[in-house]
């Protein structure tokens, strides 16, 4: 069974759009059918593992219509979305009880998946860049959703940063519309491979670079982020590191650099230039920090930083005309990363909001001796913590280990020395969330903490079970072709793209 | 194919069963202790038979990523191999009896015990791991897991292990970063993650940044200095029997091997620079950790510091590079691991029957808790390398081994022997000496008021402990057994080469007990000849407390810790001056506040980032191409 591509964006579209007439006593009907959204967009993004598809809407032929394309890259992160989505709308239930209009936060939550779906799926440049709109206005809402001092704050310097990210990306897309005539991306690969970049081409991609690098939260452009991703309420946090700076960020910059514009060594050496500031900056900011969110969000930089670093490593390979297969395998670290990063980031979100919801606070020095309090949030949080530090068996050390080894492979011995030391950092801050929220002395204040049961329990562990079983990933053979090796694939194949999603070019 | 079996259950078995029993409710504390009881005896059944069984192998396909994906496979592989097999063996004996010893004393303090249990099965489960595997990768992995259960037993100490756990974690964790990098750079070298297929020589400066990358590893688990300052620290708040689980036997047992393996297998060492490297650090820490131990007043920080002490032993014994040293210290680690082990279970013992483990609080134990007294007594004098004990063997057999490098081998290490062998002599005697302080503290000095009712712990507990100390007069009286079952073998030492003087420790030892049934019989005869009046000192009719008569041991060294020139770096160690963690600690959050600083929130300031961000990414894409 095929499922039309539409429907990813078409259903948490017009389902957002319904929602809010529900109101406040048709809550517990809108909460149900947020659900049922997110979880079949969860179904047809598993059926549609495999798949290379091309649909065009309205059956207007390219380049007059408008296409979307599915294809192996596509696919996984269609996965890590509706995966993180389907579990932060489950804890959502019972977590967002707590705040007011909680129909328009299931409505704007929608929208957010729903853009990013658009982003993911969508064949020309013009409608990503209206997606990506999308979700990053829906998701500066979220931001701000408390309505305190310092979320607005927090919101809205995510929206000015992020608006100019938009401004940065619209001025490139002109660019391209300007010398290309077209803005199908295949089209737009292919016209580059005919005629060669110009400098006003150039100049686009390296303001896509800045742009997609900002939406990505990259080093020097992350300072967004620490005050966004934990302002917002928990299942949001868990979104927005969980996949929201993947989709518009990685993806859209993989699918520009390695199949619209094609990899360069100057490219490369950015990628890995702001892989490496972004994983060094990041977790050296996140150990020192005492807000268990906002340690989270620091790490969030840092480990983008892993994920651009296998894509840099691979974009540097393909450029020198190396071992296809070994910028296959840093591409591989990269892209298992990123869906890695996707499941625990969004798990340490996800038990970071269990923590706030029963102590009511989330400063490290006021928490503490929450073992016995909280033993399933605890596990949970020590299986995602023990992924983020890449302890074996979890899923991080296979991701990272695979990044190592191509780095070594490839002959960046200093790269690998750098993730590793990264690596025993995000260890040591980890170390340091067991040690004062869960270990130690239990303060006198919080004797009366409870669990949380029921949905948000649901969530963490369906979450932490991802953490122990995503290994087989890549352990798996089955499983390793159909979902990552397609992914690669297609970044390997670089400026093919444009023949594999059209043919007749 | 049984054989097979054999290896993949020793190490499967107990991780898994150890894993799922980390997520058990707190309620099923039965089942788990159950439950790791027979487990740990299965695996020390499996372990005698792995020994017995001589040399196999197992091999498991884990990660291949095809041609398309760069081709990398790797592949779990169990060998069977004489060192890892005899070492194997004992590690699970340890595991044995701490469990047993862990049904009683783990229990009424310990909230989550079967974090603690789960922890003990996953340690055994991945020392099986680490002595069989024969691929780099996967002892790696096998490593970080005994790692990780080393934190999860210090976090089952109470409500401030944290701190500890948290420190020995991120010291080892680094020391596994260390060896990553160490096993990547090999890879890169050989081509091959196989420990039986790689031989390199030290010749490139990759190679040397190779070999000390793994030599770090190696000597942070074992914990000699300068990285050692988890293992005081952890034992300062760690359940008792986790500190003689890891930090006393199979730490030392791991770090030893690995070290081992890295200078005869992986590399080969001759001697030269990094054998005085090996040299220094090893004798420094006799020296060192000892003068630290003579001052300390907890009774499991001073063992503490004594398991460092004694690491020095086995590293200057691999350093001589003679048969008789690696052979000598490779006994030193299974003497040492057999004593401090005991040590450390007598001192828990101490700690449950009287409820401190502060030496100046203990007093007069001896008649209370003969066995434990007993036990301890062996073992001190054990560590302190009395004859005919096994400390002593292996000791004398590491002195030959730097007697004879001095004599035979020239260049590199060799020219300074006289400095290794003082080190290592200077040391021995002030083990003595501070074993002495606390055999006089804890059973020999007044009784405090405080312990009258103190009883004699359970015999769960007393016979591992009892256990131990046999295999310390049996390793000692009978020295050939072990080195002629264990140590020769595992080496591929033939006997005659490496044997030694004229030590002859049966003769000795019927002389010893001669002399000390003389000893019997004068006091006896004394005693029998009732000429003697015992009567109360005379205190001038003053009454005297109890308390304010008793001579607590701790101040017998106060000397030594008030000497100009000592005072200083005593008080500068108890400051944490030279401890790794805390400097590199400081060092990494001045880092952090000044990254902190350039984070001000204010808006523009990010906007300029990012514009110099865009610039800069201009000029670089549109300069090159």
């Keep these: ?505 | 194919m049984k054989e097979m079996n054999i290896l993949y259950i020793s190490v499967f078995l107990p991780l898994i069963v150890g894993f799922l029993m980390l997520f058990l409710p707190n309620k099923i504390k039965s089942v788990s202790r159950a439950l790791t009881f027979i487990i740990s005896v299965v695996t020390f059944v499996l372990g005698i038979k792995i020994f017995t069984g001589g040399e196999s192998d197992y091999i498991l396909p884990i990660l291949q990523l095809g041609e398309s994906l760069g081709g990398l496979e790797l592949e779990l592989m169990l060998t069977v191999k004489p060192l890892g097999a005899f070492i194997l063996m004992f590690a699970m004996g340890f595991g044995l009896l701490i469990t047993l010893y862990s049904l009683k004393s783990v229990g009424a303090n310990t909230k989550r015990i079967n974090e603690y249990y789960g922890a003990i099965l996953l340690t055994i489960g991945g020392t099986a791991g680490i002595l069989l595997s024969d691929h780099l990768l996967f002892l790696l992995v096998f490593w970080e897991i005994v790692t990780v259960s080393l934190y999860i037993l210090i976090t089952t100490g109470g409500n401030k292990s944290n701190f500890a756990a948290t420190k020995s974690f991120a010291m080892i964790g680094a020391s596994d970063a260390a060896f990553m990098l160490g096993v990547f750079m090999i890879w890169k070298l050989s081509g091959t993650f196989v420990i039986s297929n790689i031989d390199l020589a030290t010749n490139s400066t990759l190679s040397i940044i190779a070999f000390l990358l793994l030599m770090t590893a190696a000597i942070t688990k074992a914990g000699a200095l300068p990285l050692h300052t988890w293992v005081p620290t952890s034992g300062e708040y760690a359940p008792v029997s986790a500190m003689a689980l890891l930090p006393a036997a199979i730490d030392k047992l791991l770090g030893i091997y690995l070290l081992v393996i890295v200078v005869r297998e992986i590399f080969d060492i001759q001697p030269g620079a990094l054998t005085v490297v090996l040299s220094i650090i090893g004798s420094a820490t006799i020296v060192i950790a000892v003068m630290v131990a003579m001052v300390q007043h907890n009774l499991k920080k001073l063992l503490s510091y004594h398991a460092i002490s004694q690491v020095g032993y086995m590293i200057l014994g691999i350093a001589t590079c003679t048969p008789v040293g690696i052979a000598g210290g490779i006994f030193h680690m299974l003497n040492n691991a057999i004593y401090k082990c005991c040590l450390f279970l007598c001192g828990g013992a101490v700690e449950q029957a009287s409820g401190t483990a502060e030496l100046d609080k203990l007093g007069g134990l001896g008649n209370k808790m003969s066995i434990t007294f007993t036990t301890c007594l062996i073992a001190a004098l054990s560590i302190s390398g009395i004859p005919p004990l096994n400390g002593f063997v292996s000791k004398w057999m590491i002195y030959q081994g730097v007697i004879k490098m001095g004599t035979q081998q020239t260049g590199g290490t060799a020219g300074f022997w006289p400095i290794w062998l003082t080190c290592a002599m200077f040391g021995s005697a002030l083990t003595l000496a501070s074993f002495v302080k606390l055999i006089h503290s804890i059973f020999l000095s007044r009784l405090p008021d405080k312990l009258k009712d103190v009883k004699e712990v359970s015999p769960f507990m007393t016979v591992p402990m009892v256990v131990l100390a046999s295999l310390c007069v049996f390793f000692g009286v009978f020295y050939h057994v072990p080195l002629k079952l264990f140590i020769y073998p595992a080496l591929g030492i033939e006997p005659g080469s490496a044997i030694f003087g004229t030590w002859m420790s049966g003769l000795s030892t019927i002389l010893l007990i001669i002399g000390i049934g003389l000893g019997l019989l004068i006091w006896l005869f004394a005693k029998l000849s009732k000429n003697v009046r015992i009567v109360p000192t005379w205190t001038c009719g003053e009454v005297q407390s109890n308390e304010s008569m008793r001579i607590p041991g701790t101040h017998f060294y106060k000397t030594v810790s008030r000497m100009s020139g000592l005072k200083q770096l005593y008080s500068g160690q108890e400051k944490g001056y030279f401890d790794p963690y805390d400097q590199g600690g400081k060092a990494g959050l001045g880092l952090t506040a000044f990254l902190k600083w350039l984070h001000s929130g204010v808006l523009p300031v990010y906007l300029t980032w990012v514009v110099l961000g865009l610039l800069i990414i201009i000029f670089v894409i549109c300069k090159v191409q």
């Design chain 1, 1 to 505: 069974m095929s499922i039309p591509l539409p429907l990813f964006i078409a259903v948490p579209l017009i389902i957002a759009f319904v929602l809010p007439m529900f109101g406040r006593k048709g809550k517990a009907v809108a909460t149900a059918l947020a659900n049922m959204v997110t979880i079949s967009l969860l179904v047809f993004a598993v059926a549609s593992i495999g798949k290379t598809e091309v649909y065009e809407i309205g059956k207007w032929s390219i380049p007059l219509g408008i296409n979307l394309v599915l294809d192996g890259l596509s696919s996984l992160l269609l996965l890590a979305i509706n995966v993180v989505a389907a579990a932060a709308m489950l804890f959502s239930i019972k977590y967002m009880e707590q705040y007011t209009a909680k129909t328009k936060y299931l409505s704007l939550f929608l929208l957010m998946v729903a853009g990013m779906n658009g982003v993911v799926l969508s064949g020309d440049i013009f409608n990503l860049f209206v997606f990506l709109e999308i979700a990053s206005l829906a998701s500066y809402a979220l931001v701000g959703f408390g309505c305190d001092h310092e979320e607005l704050e927090a919101s809205f310097k995510y929206m000015v940063l992020g608006s100019i990210a938009s401004v940065f990306i619209l001025f490139a897309i002109a660019l391209i519309y300007g010398n290309t005539g077209t803005l199908n991306m295949a089209y737009i690969s292919k016209a580059i491979q005919n005629s060669g970049l110009n400098a006003g081409l150039t100049f686009a991609l390296a303001m896509f670079m800045a742009g997609f690098g900002l939406k990505a939260a990259l080093v020097p452009f992350h300072a967004w982020l620490p005050d966004a991703h934990p302002s917002a309420p928990a299942p949001i946090s868990a979104m927005l590191s969980g996949v929201l700076i993947k989709a518009l960020g990685v993806y859209s910059l993989a699918r520009i650099i390695f199949n619209v514009f094609g990899v360069s060594v100057a490219v490369g050496w950015v990628l890995i230039t702001l892989g490496v500031l972004s994983m060094v900056v990041g977790v050296f900011l996140a150990v020192g920090q005492w807000d268990f969110k906002r340690l989270l969000a620091y790490h969030s930089i840092s480990q983008m930083g892993y994920v651009i670093l296998g894509l840099g490593i691979g974009a540097l390979i393909l450029a020198n005309n190396g071992k296809v297969e070994w910028a296959a395998m840093a591409i591989l670290g990269g892209m298992f990363h990123l869906v890695n990063h996707a499941v625990f980031k969004s798990l340490l979100f996800l038990t970071s909001g269990s923590v706030e919801m029963s102590t009511g606070t989330r400063q490290l020095k006021e928490l503490g001796g929450l073992a016995e309090k909280l033993p399933f949030t605890r596990a949970t949080c020590t299986v995602a913590s023990a992924s983020i530090a890449g302890i074996p068996p979890f899923n991080g050390f296979w991701s990272k280990m695979i990044l190592v080894i191509a780095s070594v492979q490839a002959g960046f011995l200093w790269l690998a020395a750098v993730t590793v030391i990264v690596s025993l950092v995000t260890l040591i801050s980890f170390l340091k969330i067991q040690r004062y929220v869960f270990l130690g002395e239990l303060p006198e204040n919080l004797r009366q903490t409870k669990e949380n049961k029921g949905f948000m329990l649901i969530a963490m562990v369906f979450l932490a079970c991802l953490c122990l079983l995503m290994g087989s990933l890549v352990l798996v053979p089955g499983l390793k072709e159909s979902i990552l090796e397609p992914a690669v694939k297609v970044l390997t194949d670089g400026l093919n793209y444009s023949a594999n999603i059209i043919p007749k070019l």
